[in-house]
């Protein structure tokens, strides 16, 4: 079945990109910077990103250079595999100027790079900043939501905190066909949320001072991913990498909800986050992947234990659980995976209990017009636990940006156990479906100036079945928060020019 499935992945990924290949030629073009395959016979915008197109310059005839630079992030692209073959016997070579290529593997385009290894829609906007260090790239992101949250029910609680995180990713060219990349992220939580986390109602996962948290949602370590990569193209269509982090995250679920688009103005995690896509801080990861044009095949060996309560030190390596996971990107605007990972003793309290995770998801993105964005993401997740069995999720959350405004929701289903939400006697063996949905709307006061702060609310709402009120009472489980919410603005091509000056 494994090996049927992966033959159709591949077929379909050859006919898309033959079916690609009917661009007219012109006399005059101009392309995206972003995506160099957008080409047009006139000025404008990007429809998939809104950015300014850019005049694509032919090739001149004349004696080049006897010294070779090698290609950086920021590369000129003379390649005929990477164009329709018309264009080239029409109008001879076309150089598209400047392309960004993701730090994990040099094939790959910058927008396609999600948490870890995983990948997002290439047409999926960046916020960031971005600086040429010579021939280096070092790209800066992150977010920061000071908020007041008010959680109802007996489990409740009301706080002030600050959920953040930044994150730095450089490449280093070796060469025309190979690159290096290093990539940190860290996150300020074991300071502005504490070591109990923040309220955020049937949330479940980790431990503070050796009892299961619940109804909190755990606070991230300081360093979150330190990783290096080393990526070689084969060919002008295959290419591999290898990555190793420390922490790191392994091959298994979707990006991470914070580096989803979907989820960016969401400062809440997930309530299946420990279905879907945990293992992003994982200390020990080695991760070996090969792309072939829009499809990848990756596998990882990893430490399985999730990280303990000391969120300052870097834990142990045991290289002891193992994953597989294939990305497909049949079109600019979708990003399919499926995984499936093997954890040992994923939780420290119960050093014998063992974990089959399997997940699958599907991302949309739409550029709409200059300064508007649509992005969709559906993820099913599923643990098979020891002693407790398969657990499901599934979430979908959407997100709408238009100018200033962005309005977003997230709905999920998540079925935990009596044991997860930490209930008494009879109870721990049960299985209990907990539904929640998420509004809320974010209004910049500063949009596109290098800093994106704005003001926005958020009503969440639970539902939980009658058997789950003598913990929890019989009030209503809502969620309420006001917030700023602090990251750079979208990463524009004339960044990338003064950032060459």
Request: hydrophobic residues 30%.
């Amino acid at each position: 079945m494994l090996k049927f499935f992966l033959t159709f992945i591949l077929i379909a990924s050859i006919t898309s990109a033959l079916l690609a290949q009917t661009a007219k030629p012109e006399a005059t073009h101009y392309t995206c910077v972003m995506h160099p395959e957008v080409v047009q016979d006139h000025p404008g915008k990007c429809p998939k990103c809104g950015m300014e197109l850019v005049p694509v310059k032919k090739q001149k005839k004349h004696r080049t250079s006897n010294t070779e630079h090698p290609t950086s992030k920021l590369e000129t692209v003379n390649s005929p595999s990477r164009e329709p073959k018309h264009h080239h016997e029409g109008q001879g070579q076309m150089m598209h100027e400047i392309k960004m290529q993701s730090s994990v593997n040099l094939t790959d385009p910058m927008t396609r790079e999600g948490s870890g290894t995983s990948w997002l829609p290439d047409s999926s906007p960046m916020y960031g900043h971005m600086f040429m260090l010579g021939q280096d790239m070092l790209m800066l992101h992150g977010a920061a939501f000071p908020r007041y949250t008010n959680v109802s029910t007996r489990r409740g609680d009301d706080r002030i905190d600050a959920p953040n995180w930044l994150m730095g990713m450089l490449s280093h060219p070796l060469g025309d066909n190979a690159q290096f990349g290093v990539r940190l992220m860290m996150s300020l939580d074991p300071l502005t949320e504490g070591g109990r986390g923040y309220p955020l109602l049937f949330q479940s996962g980790e431990s503070w001072h050796d009892q299961p948290l619940h109804d909190r949602q755990h606070p991230h370590d300081l360093f979150s991913e330190l990783s290096l990569t080393y990526s070689q193209k084969f060919t002008p269509d295959l290419s591999g990498y290898i990555y190793f982090g420390y922490p790191g995250e392994p091959a298994l679920g979707p990006p991470t909800f914070m580096h989803r688009i979907s989820a960016m103005d969401d400062p809440d995690a997930p309530l299946g986050h420990h279905w879907q896509d945990s293992s992003h801080v994982t200390f020990g990861v080695a991760t070996g992947g090969l792309v072939w044009r829009t499809v990848k095949i990756e596998g990882s060996i990893f430490t399985g234990r999730e990280p303990d309560e000391d969120r300052y030190d870097f834990d142990r390596p045991r290289f002891d659980s193992a994953s597989g996971r294939i990305s497909w990107n049949p079109t600019p605007d979708l990003a399919l995976q499926f995984s499936h990972g093997y954890l040992k003793s994923p939780e420290g309290l119960e050093p014998t209990a063992n974990r089959h995770r399997t997940t699958a998801s599907i991302i949309y993105n739409k550029a709409l017009e200059d300064d508007a964005n649509w992005a969709t993401t559906f993820v099913w997740g599923q643990n098979d636990d020891t002693r407790e069995g398969k657990t499901q999720s599934f979430l979908l959350e959407s997100d709408f940006q238009l100018g200033r405004d962005t309005f977003y929701t997230r709905l999920e289903r998540v079925e935990k156990s009596g044991h997860e939400l930490v209930l008494n006697g009879a109870d721990l063996a049960k299985i209990f479906p907990i539904y929640a949905a998420s509004f809320g709307y974010v209004h910049d006061f500063t949009h596109g100036d290098g800093i994106d702060v704005g003001l926005g609310a958020q009503f969440t709402i639970d539902h939980r079945p009658d058997e789950l009120d003598r913990y929890y009472g019989d009030e209503i489980g809502y969620g309420l928060e006001v917030f700023l919410r602090i990251r750079p603005s979208l990463h524009r091509h004339h960044q990338m020019v003064d950032a060459m000056k």
